[in-house]
Every structure is written in C-alpha cells, then in structure tokens.
C-alpha cells in the first residue's frame, strides 16, 4: 500500500524532506521483529560455514517458492518485469525472468549474512573493475556527490569496498519497520568506515553533503504517488524527490551508479551519466528525476534477473498513470 495521507493526485510534493521507503509507517509487530532477528543471527552464523554455492541453491528454492505460492508478491512481480521487457505480465517470458530473479536475490542474501563474518578488505575485493576510481574523480572536483542506486547487484560489498578505500560515505536507510534489525546492520556498516542515516534525520543528511562528502539513496523502493512523475520503460511512475532536492539545495552532483554481478560472483561498477540540477524549481526538478529515471531504465534493462525490487514500481491504474503526466506537464511549465 502507498502512504496517500501526504499529498493529493496531481498535487507537486514537498521538496525539503526525504521520502519514506516503501513500506508501512509504523514498527513491526514486536514478535515479528525478535523472530527475524534471531532467524538473521542465526542464518549469518549457519552460513558463514556452510559453502555458498549450496547454500544459495537452497534458499533460492524458498524464494521461488515465495514467488509461486504469494499471489499478491507474484503480481507485483510480474508487472515489474513485464515493464521491464514490453511483455504482459502472465507471459512464459516474464515468469521465467522472474523466477530467475528470485534465484538471484537469494544469492544477495547469502552474501549479505556472510558479510559480517568477512573482513572488510576481503569484502573489498568482490568489487572489480576502475568504477570506484570514477567515483573519486567526481568527488574530489565536486561539493558532494549523491550516489543513487538501486536494487540491482549488492550494494553492501560496494559501500564496504568505498569505505576501504577511505572515502566519507553515508548511506540512508530504512529504520522504521524493524529497528533492532536495522541497529544491527547499522553496527556492520559503520564497522566499515560507512555511515548509516536514518532516512527521517534530514538534518544529517544535509550535513553530508554540505561537507562534500559522498551520500548513498536507493531509489527504488517502489510506486508513491507524491513522488516526481517519469516515464520509466516507456510508463508513467515516480521516483523520490529527495536525490534532485538535495542536490538543488546543496549543488552536490547526482552519480547514477550500476553494480552488476559477475559469472565469478564479484561485482562490476559502472557509473551513468553525472546530472545537476539548476534549481529547485517544479521544472528542473523533473528533469533531473527524468535523468536518473533513464539511468535506471538503462541499469535495470542491462541485468533485469538481478533486480530485486519486488514491490510495485508502477501505478495500478490507467486513471493514476493519465493523471501523473498532467502533473509532469504543470512541473514542466511551473504551473501549480
């Protein structure tokens, strides 16, 4: 469900706060919570001595599971991915693309409780390629640069491999649904050298970026209806504000970033194009958005089984769709 208490349809978002994820407003139940907790422990425990490759068939086999047997997971799913490759949501061609995502997301999981059991040198080196050397080049001749990723390879190894090379990162994550499970993923990150935000603690966010620093966002948490209208795979949706916002406000530069896996299980990365944002006016904030929707058009479209983003990305109804691109004509022409 889409929280629709901020804002109206066709009604333009606030620009100076961040976006909530994708996900209720509230905590989890405290039952809920303990149980993932303890299921979390214990599976970094279990996997950090079984060997990867059977462990990730395994949990592949539950996630599939997940995706065949969760009618509503399985919709969402298929819509994603029917954008993705122009087909309709119930072809052959988009299940078996979703299925195999699933396959993929469940060797994420694997290295993401493996990791705490890793060094951070020997998690640094599961990234490849001179895509962090880019990285520095834009951050070194600019007043801060936004980062902007998404559910596609694994961002844990690429924040650990920026943070062993001794760059000031930040990343905003989610501590809404579960906080003692984000307390302890906090705890391994900044381990590394990298920063975790709340995603409510604007302030600190501001202050990152007004140090020039490096800031990591996710941008696809999934379909809000007061986020900025793009077309994204030829479809009217949203994405957050927060990225061109922050950057209009800061003059930090936004550096879509790709990470792929690799046939070796190390990951590649690739930067897209810089963009910068002119002001914070309705216009060039669209515009911005529309660039980092294309980028992720283009990450996304390169490596679709590895995009884990499993919540809907688009709006449900021809209705919401017709009424965001009149709101991105009124942004495009200032009219409120």
């Known amino acids: 469900m889409t929280d629709r208490r901020r804002s109206r349809p066709g009604s333009e978002p606030a620009n100076d706060r961040l976006e909530a994820p994708h996900r209720r407003a509230t905590e989890g139940p405290r039952v809920v919570e303990r149980t ?23 949990i592949g086999w539950f996630t599939q599971a997940s995706y065949l047997f969760w009618p509503t997971k399985r919709r969402w799913s ?6 993705v490759i122009g087909q ?23 290295e993401l409780m493996r990791l705490p059991w890793l060094s951070q040198a020997a998690a640094a080196t599961l990234v490849d390629g001179d895509g962090l050397d880019g990285v520095e080049r834009y ?32 990343v905003v994550a989610d501590d809404s649904s579960f906080p003692e499970l984000f307390e302890i993923l906090r705890r391994q990150r900044e381990s590394w050298g990298a920063h975790v935000i709340p995603w409510r603690n604007l302030r600190e966010v501001y202050g990152v970026l007004r140090r020039h620093e490096l800031l990591a966002l996710l941008v696809d948490w999934g379909y809000r209806e007061d986020g900025i209208p793009v077309r994204l795979f030829g479809a009217w ?48 904030v669209q515009l911005a958005s529309q660039a980092i929707a294309a980028a ?41």
């Open 88 to 110: 309709p949501p119930g072809s052959p061609a988009v299940r078996r693309l979703a299925l195999r995502a699933y396959a993929t997301y469940a060797r994420y999981l694997v």
């Open 78 to 83: 298929n819509a994603n991915f029917g954008y």
């Open 237 to 284: 949706t949203t994405l957050p504000a927060g990225p061109a916002a922050l950057a209009a406000k800061t003059g930090a530069t936004i550096l879509p970033i790709a990470i792929r896996r690799q046939p070796n299980d190390h990951f590649l990365v690739e930067l897209d194009e810089p963009i910068t944002v002119a002001s914070g006016d309705p216009a060039d």
């Open 139 to 170: 951050w070194r001749s600019s007043k801060g640069v936004i980062l902007v990723v998404c559910h596609v390879g694994n961002n844990e190894v690429v924040a650990a491999g920026v943070a062993e090379r001794g760059w000031p990162i930040s």
């Open 296 to 336: 992720l058009e283009r990450i996304i479209a390169a490596a679709p089984d590895q995009w884990y983003s499993f919540k809907p990305m688009w709006p449900a109804t021809r209705v919401e769709a017709d009424a965001l691109a009149a709101r991105a004509e009124r942004m495009a022409g200032n009219l409120r």
């Open 36 to 58: 993932s907790v303890l299921l979390y422990r214990g599976g970094s425990w279990l996997l950090a001595r079984l060997p990867a490759r059977p462990a990730w068939t395994v």
